[in-house]
């Protein structure tokens, strides 16, 4: 949640290649307070069945830049083997992306829902609401 000082950040993920939430992914937070700043680890979480993240760390006080690291290498590779397990000869869909960062600059008081769109070759990103 967001205060006068801070901002707040949410994120989900949806598998475009199928059409459904990313479920499993970890993700980790981080800030600086600056652009010449060090980025500071605050923690991270995972995608739930919805493919939201709802436990992000709270952002300190000061922060102007936020990045989040997606770990999409995992997802894919566990959707490939399930995918194998169903039909042996689907075409290999490993991740091209073994991971995607996305980072972005936070004004105090607002809130960012920051979704990102996957799939095994591409992502998009985008500020929600």
Not at 7 to 25: F, K, N, Q
Not at 68 to 92: G, H, I, M, N
């Amino acid at each position: 949640m967001s205060t006068d000082t801070t901002a707040s950040v949410s994120t989900h993920i949806l598998d475009t290649s199928v059409g459904r939430p990313a479920e499993g992914v970890a993700i980790t937070l981080a800030a600086r307070s600056g652009f010449d700043a060090s980025w500071v680890a605050l923690g991270g979480s995972a995608t739930d069945a919805d493919g939201r993240c709802k436990d992000l760390p709270a952002l300190p006080e000061g922060t102007t830049h936020v990045r989040l690291d997606f770990e999409t290498e995992a997802y894919f590779s566990k959707k490939q083997a399930e995918a194998q397990q169903d039909a042996p000869r689907v075409r290999d869909s490993g991740a091209f992306f073994p991971e995607v960062t996305i980072t972005f600059a936070v004004n105090p008081g607002e809130h960012y829902h920051v979704p990102l769109l996957l799939n095994p070759f591409g992502y998009s990103v985008y500020r929600g609401s």
